[in-house]
């Protein structure tokens, strides 16, 4: 089920692209032999000649390149793999004289027709983003926790307060918050935000440098829930201290505690400089005093929870549309350069197996949630991917559309063409680059799975 939801995603993206190639070359009058949804054998092809529509199932190249009343007229079909689609075009990769190649073409129509490719991925992300945001909402930026003593709290940033700016960059959804610390960490330095608080925004300058003494257990911090430990930490205070899971902790430092959140608020209160506390612990009906020095923990954090979905007007879900697809566009250039630069790794790329893992795991996460749940998790999904093909296609390299975009920027300037074999030389250089790349992306997703 994961793949075929998978393979579904892919072709709708890839689709997505090959239709703005299609709907370029047409309106610039470039013949089009055949536009397809899929890979492999022709399992029905449909093209409109002078006696209107016709239909042949399982078509050979043979028919299909031989039929004289499909000489030229465009062919659409549907192949056995669902796996993606294409848009053939006249003389695209080949020398053709007849004035409807892609070649015969002027400058400004040829760049028109590959840029369309990439820019119909934004559409669709777009598209999807608006479905997306008008069922799910808008991530506003907004804290909806500051957390004691942390360093928001500190520098006096109240919940309710909007996140506009960090140290300089701007922020328009709770996500980007998260997103701008992980590509540019936090270094110890001061972080300068620019807050909106009851419609005014103000500076406010954050020491991010936290230090907290960590005891190594869990418990459910809720006033419905008892102050059972469900969860001890190996190797830390309180396992060395020889307190176990499911033990109860009846008071701190002599101060009673009957539920997860007065646990809370004690520990916040008395948990405060590395001091040791008594703790007294409850087992098997008998109680027993501890006395336990937490571990110091140092790090770097702003110290909130900043993602408020809200539902919004048509004009707002239209906004937020357009600024959802800016992210991820932005996000996708961004990584692309810490790959460059290093900072990102082989382990940090994911093929289609990847992809394949990583759509049903979301979907695992979801099933839970209902039909709805699985449907916006998959959106989210093809909205992330087509801005990455977007983005990816438009890179300077030979065999995207990129690549072939530079060849015409250097015509436009040369005012001639570049040889057309030798730029298909360097196009297949890069495409059989492209494949081992593939190859080694899949290697490491493989590789991934098996080493779980």
Known sequence: MNIIVALLIFTVIVVAHELGHFFLAKKNGVGVPEFSVGMGPRLITIAKTEKGFQVKFLCSQKV??????????????WKLFPI??????????????????????????????????????????????????????IDYPQVLQVYDNQPAAKAGIEQGDMIRRINGHKIAIGREIDTYLLLHPLTGEDVELEIER??????VTLDPNYT??????????????????????????????????????KSI????????????????????????????IERDGSVKSYQVTPEQYKTKTLGIYADAYKKGNALSVLKYSFVEVKYWITTTVASLGQLITGKLGADDIAGPVGIVDTV??????????????????????????????????????????????????????????????????????????????????????????LAR
């Open 253 to 280: 430092d002599g101060t009673a505690v009957s539920n997860g959140e007065e646990l809370k608020n004690v520990m916040a209160s008395k948990n405060t400089d590395g001091s040791a506390l008594t703790f007294e």
């Open 84 to 137: 993606g689609g294409s848009c053939a075009m006249v003389g695209e990769d080949e020398e053709n004289d007849a004035e409807d190649s892609f070649n015969s073409k002027g400058v400004g129509a040829r760049f028109s027709i590959i840029f369309a490719g990439p820019f119909f991925n934004f559409i669709l992300a777009f598209v999807f983003s608006i479905i997306i945001i008008a069922c799910k909402g």
């Open 360 to 449: 049903g795991s979301v979907i695992d996460q979801n099933s839970s949630k209902g039909i709805k749940a699985v449907v916006i998790s998959m959106l989210i999904m093809s909205v992330l991917l087509s801005a990455n093909l977007g983005v990816i296609n438009l890179l300077p390299l030979p065999a995207l559309d990129g690549g072939r975009l530079v060849f015409i920027i250097i015509e436009a300037i040369r005012g001639k063409p570049i040889d057309r074999d030798k730029e298909g030389y360097v196009h297949f250089a890069g495409f059989v680059l492209l494949m081992l790349l593939m190859v080694f992306v899949m290697y490491n997703d493989i590789a991934r799975l």
């Open 198 to 203: 009851d419609g005014r925004e103000m500076a």
């Open 212 to 249: 907290s003494y960590l005891f190594g257990f869990s418990y459910f911090p809720d006033k419905t829930k008892g102050t059972e430990i469900s969860d001890i930490t190996e190797g830390k205070p309180f396992e060395k201290a020889g307190i176990k899971t499911g033990d109860v902790i």
């Open 64 to 77: 299909f390149e031989e039929r004289e009343d499909w000489k030229d007229v465009t062919k659409y079909s």
